[in-house]
Protein backbone atom coordinates (compact mmCIF):
# COMPACT_ATOMS: atom_id res chain seq x y z
CA UNK A 1 0.00 0.00 0.00
CA UNK A 2 1.49 3.72 -1.40
CA UNK A 3 2.18 5.32 2.12
CA UNK A 4 0.94 8.82 0.48
CA UNK A 5 -2.65 7.03 -0.13
CA UNK A 6 -2.79 6.10 3.39
CA UNK A 7 -4.75 7.91 6.22
CA UNK A 8 -3.04 8.78 9.39
CA UNK A 9 -4.27 6.94 12.47
CA UNK A 10 -4.26 10.55 14.52
CA UNK A 11 -6.77 12.24 11.83
CA UNK A 12 -8.93 8.92 12.06
CA UNK A 13 -9.00 9.27 15.74
CA UNK A 14 -9.86 12.99 15.19
CA UNK A 15 -12.44 11.66 12.72
CA UNK A 16 -14.38 9.70 14.59
CA UNK A 17 -14.47 11.97 18.13
CA UNK A 18 -15.98 14.69 15.75
CA UNK A 19 -18.31 12.23 14.43
CA UNK A 20 -19.08 11.32 17.62
CA UNK A 21 -19.36 14.92 18.97
CA UNK A 22 -21.78 15.48 16.33
CA UNK A 23 -24.41 12.90 16.63
CA UNK A 24 -24.72 13.63 20.07
CA UNK A 25 -25.69 17.81 19.13
CA UNK A 26 -27.87 15.65 17.26
CA UNK A 27 -29.37 13.29 18.97
CA UNK A 28 -30.30 16.79 21.78
CA UNK A 29 -32.15 18.56 18.85
CA UNK A 30 -34.03 15.44 18.04
CA UNK A 31 -35.18 15.22 21.72
CA UNK A 32 -36.22 19.14 21.46
CA UNK A 33 -37.80 18.68 18.60
CA UNK A 34 -39.85 15.30 19.48
CA UNK A 35 -40.73 17.66 22.84
CA UNK A 36 -41.70 20.46 20.52
CA UNK A 37 -43.89 17.89 18.02
CA UNK A 38 -45.66 16.96 21.38
CA UNK A 39 -46.73 19.96 22.60
CA UNK A 40 -47.70 21.07 18.67
CA UNK A 41 -49.82 17.44 18.77
CA UNK A 42 -52.06 18.59 21.95
CA UNK A 43 -52.89 21.89 20.38
CA UNK A 44 -55.46 22.06 17.93
CA UNK A 45 -54.00 20.15 15.05
CA UNK A 46 -56.60 18.22 13.44
CA UNK A 47 -56.25 14.40 13.89
CA UNK A 48 -55.25 13.40 10.34
CA UNK A 49 -52.22 15.57 10.09
CA UNK A 50 -51.40 15.04 13.37
CA UNK A 51 -48.63 11.91 12.29
CA UNK A 52 -47.21 13.73 9.41
CA UNK A 53 -44.22 15.58 11.62
CA UNK A 54 -44.07 12.28 13.87
CA UNK A 55 -43.05 10.47 10.71
CA UNK A 56 -40.86 13.06 8.74
CA UNK A 57 -39.00 13.37 11.81
CA UNK A 58 -38.45 9.36 12.05
CA UNK A 59 -37.13 9.55 8.99
CA UNK A 60 -34.74 12.14 9.18
CA UNK A 61 -33.81 10.22 11.96
CA UNK A 62 -33.10 7.25 10.13
CA UNK A 63 -31.43 9.11 7.68
CA UNK A 64 -28.97 10.59 9.49
CA UNK A 65 -28.03 7.39 11.67
CA UNK A 66 -26.85 5.94 8.08
CA UNK A 67 -25.06 9.18 8.31
CA UNK A 68 -23.37 9.17 10.57
CA UNK A 69 -22.37 5.81 10.61
CA UNK A 70 -21.36 6.26 7.03
CA UNK A 71 -19.05 8.80 8.33
CA UNK A 72 -17.44 6.29 11.62
CA UNK A 73 -16.61 3.87 8.48
CA UNK A 74 -15.10 6.74 6.57
CA UNK A 75 -13.16 8.24 9.50
CA UNK A 76 -11.80 4.26 10.21
CA UNK A 77 -11.04 3.96 6.40
CA UNK A 78 -7.09 3.29 5.96
CA UNK A 79 -7.09 4.33 2.41
CA UNK A 80 -8.56 6.11 -0.48
CA UNK A 81 -9.46 2.82 -2.21
CA UNK A 82 -11.67 1.99 0.98
CA UNK A 83 -13.16 5.34 1.72
CA UNK A 84 -13.91 5.24 -2.58
CA UNK A 85 -15.77 1.60 -1.51
CA UNK A 86 -17.63 2.69 0.91
CA UNK A 87 -18.53 5.70 -0.22
CA UNK A 88 -20.10 4.27 -3.71
CA UNK A 89 -21.96 1.56 -1.20
CA UNK A 90 -23.21 4.58 1.12
CA UNK A 91 -24.90 6.01 -2.38
CA UNK A 92 -26.27 3.10 -3.12
CA UNK A 93 -28.01 2.73 0.12
CA UNK A 94 -29.00 6.07 0.33
CA UNK A 95 -31.19 6.40 -3.27
CA UNK A 96 -32.38 3.28 -2.71
CA UNK A 97 -33.75 4.53 1.17
CA UNK A 98 -34.33 7.80 -0.94
CA UNK A 99 -36.87 5.73 -3.02
CA UNK A 100 -38.57 4.09 -0.46
CA UNK A 101 -39.08 7.05 1.66
CA UNK A 102 -40.92 8.76 -1.18
CA UNK A 103 -43.23 6.01 -1.85
CA UNK A 104 -43.78 5.77 2.27
CA UNK A 105 -44.69 9.55 2.17
CA UNK A 106 -46.75 9.77 -1.05
CA UNK A 107 -49.14 6.79 0.20
CA UNK A 108 -49.33 8.64 3.88
CA UNK A 109 -49.68 11.69 2.20
CA UNK A 110 -52.43 10.55 0.22
CA UNK A 111 -54.04 8.63 3.10
CA UNK A 112 -54.33 11.47 5.23
CA UNK A 113 -56.01 13.06 2.52
CA UNK A 114 -58.36 11.28 2.15
CA UNK A 115 -59.42 10.99 5.50
CA UNK A 116 -59.38 14.60 6.32
CA UNK A 117 -61.81 14.62 3.42
CA UNK A 118 -64.02 12.20 4.56
CA UNK A 119 -63.67 13.63 8.10
CA UNK A 120 -64.77 17.33 6.76
CA UNK A 121 -67.74 15.59 4.79
CA UNK A 122 -68.89 13.63 8.05
CA UNK A 123 -68.47 17.48 10.13
CA UNK A 124 -71.11 19.06 7.77
CA UNK A 125 -68.21 21.01 5.70
CA UNK A 126 -69.15 23.37 3.05
CA UNK A 127 -66.95 20.83 0.70
CA UNK A 128 -68.66 18.07 1.82
CA UNK A 129 -72.00 16.27 0.70
CA UNK A 130 -74.38 18.30 2.45
CA UNK A 131 -73.56 21.38 0.90
CA UNK A 132 -75.49 20.45 -2.15
CA UNK A 133 -78.53 20.70 -0.38
CA UNK A 134 -78.03 24.28 0.56
CA UNK A 135 -77.10 26.01 -3.22
CA UNK A 136 -78.81 29.15 -3.53
CA UNK A 137 -81.09 27.78 -6.57
CA UNK A 138 -82.85 25.40 -3.82
CA UNK A 139 -82.76 28.02 -0.70
CA UNK A 140 -85.44 30.30 0.19
CA UNK A 141 -85.08 33.87 1.11
CA UNK A 142 -87.51 35.85 3.67
CA UNK A 143 -88.85 37.51 0.09
CA UNK A 144 -89.37 34.39 -1.22
CA UNK A 145 -91.72 33.16 1.03
CA UNK A 146 -93.54 36.38 1.61
CA UNK A 147 -94.31 36.24 -2.35
CA UNK A 148 -95.97 32.60 -1.84
Given at each position: MDPKLQV???LRNLAETNVDQAEKA???????????????QSANMPSPMRDIPKRSLDLTEKNMKAAFEHARKL?????????????????????AAAQEQMKQLGS??????????????????PSGAEASEATPSTRKTKGDISRT
Open positions: PEAFNGFLEAARKSLDLMALAKDLQEVLQLQTEFLKSQFNLSATAGEMTSTGKAEGD
